[in-house]
């Protein structure tokens, strides 16, 4: 059972406009969510993280929001860049878990010029 | 941010032989090391947990004869595939968690990983 879930595989966007990549999760024990962009062949790049007890986490063109209720965070990218383009990958951690993260599938996003 | 290396970046072998993949942090002491595995298209699947000092600690499905680990300092994990199959063809990760102020909670380092084909 996928406990962190990444509905989407794929997303395209115009270079300029806003990318919204959406992760779904199960566990009501996760309490430290990441995001990860990922280019073939490379290790995974920590990218921004959000803590349970916020809703909101802002740095520079990367927004993270989370919905708690819904078990939902989603990851805005404003404005996009074609350099952006990557798989994101959803990622999410329990308290006393010694930090083990649990990955969504990840999404393919790709930035048209 | 903190660094961490892999080697070798990729790796080609024969069935039956072992391969031995080193993952190091390079700027910080990392507590704890995971290994991931990652198949085409899939997410990456987390393998085992590392301390340093401790055995690992492997997940469900994960067969700890096939895959050692060893940990044993606070700047190197080793994972070697013994007898690699065709099937153990895959993308091997790790990354690093530390405790200093350079590492948050909860951040972990991904080295670039290694690419292991088994003929």
């Known amino acids: 059972d996928q406990q962190v879930k990444q509905n989407s595989p794929s997303l395209s966007v115009q270079e300029g406009r806003i990318s919204i990549l959406n992760c779904d999760y199960t566990?009501?024990?996760?309490?430290?969510f990441l995001w990860y962009k990922k280019y073939p062949a490379e290790g995974p790049t920590f990218l921004i993280s959000?803590?349970?007890?916020?809703d909101k986490n802002e740095d520079g063109r990367f927004t993270v929001f989370l919905n708690k209720s819904a078990k939902h965070l989603s990851l805005h990218i404003v404005p996009s860049q074609p350099g952006d383009s990557a798989v994101y990958f959803c990622?999410?951690?329990?308290?006393?878990?010694?930090?083990?993260?649990?990955f969504g599938k990840g999404t393919k996003l790709s930035v048209k010029p | 941010g903190a660094v961490v290396s892999q080697h070798p970046s990729w790796v080609i072998c024969k069935s039956g032989t072992s391969v031995k993949i080193e993952c190091r942090s390079l700027?910080?002491?990392?507590?704890?090391m995971f290994w991931y595995r990652q198949f085409p298209k899939q997410s990456l699947m987390l393998m085992a947990t590392?301390?340093?000092?401790?055995?690992?600690?492997?997940e469900q499905g994960v067969e700890k004869d096939k895959f050692l680990i060893n940990h044993a300092s606070l700047t190197l994990s080793t994972l070697t595939v013994t007898s690699a199959h065709p099937e153990d063809s895959s993308f091997y990760i790790c990354?690093?968690?530390?405790?200093?102020?350079?590492?948050?909670?909860?951040?972990?380092?991904f080295g670039p990983g290694t690419r292991l084909t088994v003929l």
């Open positions: 990354s690093a968690h530390g405790t200093s102020g350079r590492v948050g909670y909860n951040e972990q380092f």
């Open positions: 566990n009501s024990m996760f309490d430290y």
């Open positions: 959000i803590s349970s007890i916020k």
């Open positions: 990622a999410a951690s329990a308290r006393g878990s010694q930090g083990n993260l649990i």
């Open positions: 700027d910080f002491q990392a507590t704890t």
């Open positions: 590392s301390n340093e000092g401790s055995k690992a600690t492997y």
